[in-house]
């Protein structure tokens, strides 16, 4: 029996005055992921058949694909990732009919990998001169780089909510760990991930995206804190310190996500 669309439309209505949930797969169209390490998931391990782009099983766009069933996923993101290469080799995931793009970028174009490197193994002046230098690019060059990318999106997909999802503080200053980087170091680590997600925040609303903050999402979480910890820390294989691991997918970036889309 063909039932009326009136007659669909006046069913979710009722259901809504009622308070009573609607499935997320009656509702949740093309889901496409963008991005670089943090999204594609690197730290939280099950990699499968992905190679060097590191996208994880336990990825918070696998689990947001996992609990809402969109008619289609396109997981696309990719670690180690630049506005440059979201532009050539991953926005042409992005199709008129896609209902939801989330995407993180920037921290490469930044170059923040390799300041965690010099971190670790230069002074804090040098750490400091280092992160003030990265800061200067997010707040002078990096602007128009995101600008192309979230104008690419919105080309791609007239009609797609778009969330772009920022960086969380590495460290709890303050914490518990006795042993690492100095205070002064993990200070200016952490006012980097704050310029950036100034900056990010600030070309996010002139796109009229929304942007999800991950640094209260992670607070108490965080490297030092006293807490479960939901970032790595130097570990093996290297390429994985200073990322969310399994948990930090989960209960940080998945649960942030969600508080958005529902």
């Not at 994985?240 to 970036?253: D, K, L």
Request: hydrophobic content about 40%; charged content about 10%; glycine content about 10%.
């Amino acid at each position: 029996m063909r039932v009326s669309r009136f007659l669909v439309i006046s069913l979710l209505s009722v259901l809504s005055l009622l308070g009573l949930a609607i499935p997320a797969s009656a509702a949740t169209g093309k889901y496409v992921a963008l991005g670089d390490s943090y999204s594609s998931g690197l730290g939280a391990g099950s990699y499968g058949s992905s190679g060097s782009c590191k996208r994880s099983a336990n990825a918070y766009p696998q689990l947001w694909a996992n609990s809402h069933a969109p008619s289609a996923f396109s997981f696309v993101a990719c670690s180690g990732a630049k506005t440059g290469d979201v532009l050539a080799n991953q926005v042409g995931a992005i199709t008129s009919d896609t209902a939801l793009v989330t995407i993180s970028i920037g921290g490469n174009d930044a170059g923040f990998a390799s300041v965690m490197t010099d971190c670790n193994t230069g002074s804090d002046s040098y750490c400091v001169q280092r992160n003030q230098e990265a800061q200067n690019y997010a707040r002078n060059t990096l602007p128009a780089k995101l600008d192309q990318v979230y104008a690419q999106i919105r080309s791609r997909a007239p009609s797609a909510r778009v969330l772009v999802v920022g960086y969380p503080h590495i460290y709890q200053l303050n914490g518990s760990c006795w042993i690492g980087l100095s205070e002064t170091k993990r200070a200016a680590i952490n006012q980097s991930s704050d310029v950036l997600a100034q900056v990010t925040a600030g070309r996010v609303a002139a796109a009229g995206f929304t942007f999800v903050d991950a640094r209260p999402a992670f607070t108490g979480h965080e490297i030092c804190a006293s807490g479960a910890r939901w970032i790595n820390s130097v570990t093996w294989p290297i390429e994985e310190s200073y990322h969310p691991n399994v948990a930090g997918q989960n209960g940080g970036y998945f649960a942030a996500v969600r508080a958005v889309t529902g």
